[in-house]
């Protein structure tokens, strides 16, 4: 039978490695609670996994190199009672256990001499940051991208939404997969939006060019030109590999101003006007749009009523706050909404509170 350190070892393992699942991570959560004093190794085994590029160093010099890290936490002299003895004792085994299976992780784990980072945002918030290859990508509310990036490939696995300013590199293509769709790309920009419940994955290209297939159809492929947009529907069946395929023209082209600036300089554009923090929607229903606001102001919306949330709205927010985007959209269309804490109640005029 798997005794709770054991047990323990492996949820870490599944944690750093991306592969834990929901109930794994509730059971990670309880045995740490239940072993306050590992949250302090956990940190260290994030802080290599996630912020250190795999290197083709012998294993020797990584367990130095690692040690050297840890050790300080228990090396400084003094007195020591019977009680902090034992403590400090299962401390260090526990911390050397665990550099000895980052060390196992950072010569095994696949990709090895790759460079790999993952990043997470939460509702509410978006970051922008500069992989390994000098490609630069934005990543909105609620999302996570893995990056895997070694000598002959640029991998990311992404879920949520990013724009992408891809750094040129032929000898190495940059593939973003999302939702069982595979976007192939070389020196370009382009945003993908795959949020998970979302029916499709939509791709917008700005710059460049990209290649657009799924899972199921690797030789249907799609190759879109600037200011083209698809949104491709990859729940696949046998029977209908590939359910539905949208593509169309988002934009006549860039303004001459801005064809050889950085394509973050267009703001018009609905797809990617949130890389400029501005939420921009056209022609969408109530419902769709508490979605969006979710996410970008990090609140929890429900309907008290059915009827609102077919409201049909278009516009654009930007340093507005929840309850000022809130009001604006009251002048368009009838509905009342109650805010309690981080939730946010949508109801019709005519419901009594």
Known sequence: MMTDEQRLNELITARLAGTIDADGAAELESLLRSCPEQQATIA???RYWEAVPVAATPPADIFRQIMAVAEPAHSSPGKITTKDSRGLKSWILWGAAAVTLLGMFLLFRPGG???????????????????????????NGGSQLRCVLTGSRRELWLEGEAYFEVAPDPARPFVVHASGVNIHALGTAFNVKAYHGQSSCETTLLEGAVEVYADKTPDSRIRLRPYEKVSLDATASIAAPVKKINLKTIHAGPPAQTAVVAP???????????????????????????????????VHITFRDEK????????????????????????IEDFRYEVQGNTITIFGTSTKK
Do not use: C
């Open 264 to 298: 973050l300089a267009d703001t018009s554009l609905t797809e990617t006007a949130w890389v400029n923090n501005r939420l921009q929607f056209d022609e969408i229903d109530f419902e769709e749009l508490a979605r969006l606001l979710q996410r970008w102001y990090g």
């Open 113 to 139: 001499g790759s460079h790999q980072q993952i990043v997470r945002t939460a509702d509410g918030e978006r970051k922008t940051f500069r992989l390994a290859d000098a490609s630069t990508v934005h990543l």
């Open 44 to 46: 260290l085994l994030e």
């Open 308 to 331: 609102p949330k077919h409201y049909i709205f278009s516009g654009a927010f930007a340093g507005e706050t929840v309850t000022q985007a809130l009001d604006a959209m009251q002048l």
